[in-house]
């Protein structure tokens, strides 16, 4: 099935879709995707990640392809 095809079928069904909870959750789709995943993160979690970005930045770390030999 081809793209157009898709959405053409996907139109008909919120068109014809009466449930409210359903139609919510398809808006939550397209309202999450537009998201920025990063928002969504805890504050410690964050810093986490800009710690370790930091660290690899300083040379610190094992590149991936070593710590898969690791274990």
């Known amino acids: 099935m081809d793209i157009k095809a898709t959405k053409l079928e996907l139109m008909q069904l919120l ?4 449930q409210e909870s359903v139609l919510a959750k398809v808006k939550d789709i397209f309202t999450k995707k537009a998201a920025d995943w990063w928002d969504d993160l805890t ?3 964050k810093n986490r990640i800009k710690e ?13 392809e070593e710590l898969k030999l690791l274990s």
């Not at 370790?52 to 991936?64: T, V």
């Open 15 to 18: 068109l014809e879709e009466q």
């Open 43 to 45: 504050e410690e979690q």
């Open 52 to 64: 370790g970005k930091a660290q690899l930045d300083a040379g610190q770390g094992i590149p991936h």
